[in-house]
């Protein structure tokens, strides 16, 4: 049979755990027939622990009857706890006490001896392909938490901010109406103007981000449109203008109207 060749970095990691010698020789054998990399083979559960402290296979065949204090289902429990690495059993025994223990232990699959290179092959195949599946579910779990975290801090802090500028904004219109009816305060209204302008800019930054998280949530539908470079540099402008307003600076941009970005 025709085995497609795999560079010796893209090969599998396999770590046998059998106390049998013939029979763990055996193993290695047709694994290597079949393109995979034995990590090491060992006879007990214990020496089995001690190999993951070094290195990480991405299987381990465990047979239940090992030698030492601990079967392979108690190692494959432990294996799943520390290492989240999947474990086929090898077992010559299929009755209903060992199965129940088994099923506990959710293992990647069951092999009983003695088995040919085809089964072999397919199950580890099918281990790994279901390893590889969920994965890619953990991590993307993991990005929408992330996602939605961030979409939570965001609003969290849009609405903080919005609510103190609103009021800054009810002031300086206050002010202003204020200051309107005093002739002599002549200086004071373009101030006023400034922090007015300055507000509404920062609240629609704010509002800008609270459409941000609406985005990422898929609230809102996004539509491609010309913005005016005119509208864009007025923003910048009036930031700009309110810091140097006391240093009788005055910032002025000259912007045809038909410029457009997108």
């Given at each position: 049979?025709?085995?497609?060749?795999?560079?010796?970095?893209?090969?599998?990691?396999?770590?046998?755990?059998?106390?049998?010698?013939?029979?763990?020789?055996?193993?290695?054998?047709?694994?290597?027939?079949?393109?995979?990399?034995?990590?090491?083979?060992?006879?007990?559960?214990?020496?089995?622990?001690?190999?993951?402290?070094?290195?990480?296979?991405?299987?381990?065949?465990?047979?239940?009857?090992?030698?030492?204090?601990?079967?392979?289902?108690?190692?494959?429990?432990?294996?799943?706890?520390?290492?989240?690495?999947?474990?086929?059993?090898?077992s010559a025994h299929s009755d209903i006490q060992t199965?129940?223990?088994?099923?506990?232990?959710?293992?990647?699959?069951?092999?009983?001896?003695?088995?040919?290179?085809?089964?072999?092959?397919?199950?580890?195949?099918?281990?790994?392909?279901?390893?590889?599946?969920?994965?890619?579910?953990?991590?993307?779990?993991?990005?929408?938490?992330?996602?939605?975290?961030?979409?939570?801090?965001?609003?969290?802090?849009?609405?903080?901010?919005?609510?103190?500028?609103?009021?800054?904004?009810?002031?300086?219109?206050?002010?202003?109406?204020?200051?309107?009816?005093?002739?002599?305060?002549?200086?004071?209204?373009?101030?006023?103007?400034?922090?007015?302008?300055?507000?509404?800019?920062?609240?629609?930054?704010?509002?800008?981000?609270?459409?941000?998280?609406?985005?990422?949530?898929?609230?809102?539908?996004?539509?491609?449109?010309?913005?005016?470079?005119?509208?864009?540099?007025?923003?910048?402008?009036?930031?700009?203008?309110?810091?140097?307003?006391?240093?009788?600076?005055?910032?002025?941009?000259?912007?045809?109207?038909?410029?457009?970005?997108?």
């Amino acid at each position: 049979k025709y085995m497609r060749k795999i560079s010796e970095k893209d090969k599998k990691k396999i770590l046998i755990v059998e106390d049998e010698e013939i029979v763990a020789k055996d193993i290695e054998n047709q694994l290597i027939k079949l393109n995979y990399h034995i990590l090491s083979s060992v006879v007990s559960g214990e020496e089995a622990m001690e190999v993951l402290k070094e290195a990480h296979p991405d299987l381990i065949l465990m047979d239940i009857l090992l030698k030492g204090n601990m079967d392979g289902i108690e190692t494959a429990e432990k294996i799943q706890k520390q290492y989240r690495i999947p474990v086929i059993y090898l077992s010559a025994h299929s009755d209903i006490q060992t199965l129940q223990r088994v099923k506990k232990s959710e293992p990647f699959g069951y092999i009983i001896k003695p088995f040919n290179e085809n089964i072999l092959h397919s199950t580890i195949e099918l281990a790994l392909h279901r390893h590889e599946l969920e994965n890619l579910k953990i991590q993307k779990q993991a990005v929408e938490e992330s996602n939605r975290l961030k979409t939570d801090f965001i609003n969290q802090i849009g609405h903080e901010i919005r609510t103190p500028l609103t009021s800054i904004l009810g002031f300086a219109e206050t002010i202003q109406r204020i200051i309107k009816l005093n002739k002599s305060l002549d200086k004071l209204p373009m101030t006023a103007d400034k922090i007015i302008d300055s507000s509404e800019y920062l609240i629609n930054v704010l509002n800008n981000i609270l459409d941000m998280s609406k985005i990422e949530a898929r609230k809102i539908k996004l539509n491609k449109e010309k913005l005016p470079l005119r509208k864009l540099i007025s923003g910048l402008e009036i930031l700009e203008n309110l810091s140097v307003i006391n240093k009788n600076i005055t910032i002025v941009t000259d912007i045809e109207d038909h410029i457009h970005i997108y």
